[in-house]
């Protein structure tokens, strides 16, 4: 419901959006971090790139944190227990690119585009048998495209999902 509440907010342009400067390999690490325990338990092999220096970006905290957390729950709830997850953060040119892959199951390809549509599931293996309403990737959407960013979805050479987001740096 509060998923539905914050898309609908988005529609009307009135999701309130409190931006700073922030740096995106902090709160990948935190939040990566955080799902560290739930991924062990379900027996995910986590595999992650963080660059040592930080990436900044004119963000929202609250809003950043919860497309992390969206993309690494979609991870652990429909990746098949001992797979792997896979995250990159690292600088492309003036954008920060941010990576997460899992392992099988995967989506057809003729599927990819419309998972970020609003109560959109595919019916294979990644199904509503594991959860969700098909609203999590239509508010990353939303929650990329507020920051000036894009995100895409492809098939993942591991077996699985390849999420990518773009956020433009904020380098001054």
Do not use: W
């Not at 990576?99 to 599927?111: F, K, N, R, Y």
Request: aromatic fraction near 4%; glycine fraction near 12%; charge should be negative.
């Amino acid at each position: 419901v509060d998923d539905l509440y914050e898309l609908a907010l988005a529609d009307v342009g009135v999701l309130a959006y409190q931006k700073a400067r922030l740096d995106l390999v902090e709160l990948a690490g935190s939040a990566i971090a955080g799902f560290e325990p739930r991924l062990a338990e379900r027996g995910l092999m986590l595999q992650q790139e963080l660059p040592d220096g930080p990436l900044p970006v004119l963000g929202d905290q609250a809003r950043l944190t919860q497309l992390f957390n969206n993309l690494l729950e979609n991870s652990l709830r429909y990746t098949d227990p001992g797979g792997t997850l896979g995250v990159v953060v690292r600088r492309r040119g003036s954008e920060a690119e941010i990576i997460l892959e899992d392992s099988a199951p995967g989506v057809a390809p003729e599927l990819l585009p419309r998972l970020f549509e609003r109560f959109y599931r595919p019916e294979a293996a990644r199904s509503r048998a594991q959860g969700g309403a098909g609203l999590g990737l239509a508010l990353c959407r939303n929650i990329v495209e507020a920051h000036g960013g894009r995100i895409d979805a492809e098939a993942s050479p591991l077996g699985g999902l390849r999420m990518i987001v773009r956020l433009p740096l904020e380098d001054r």
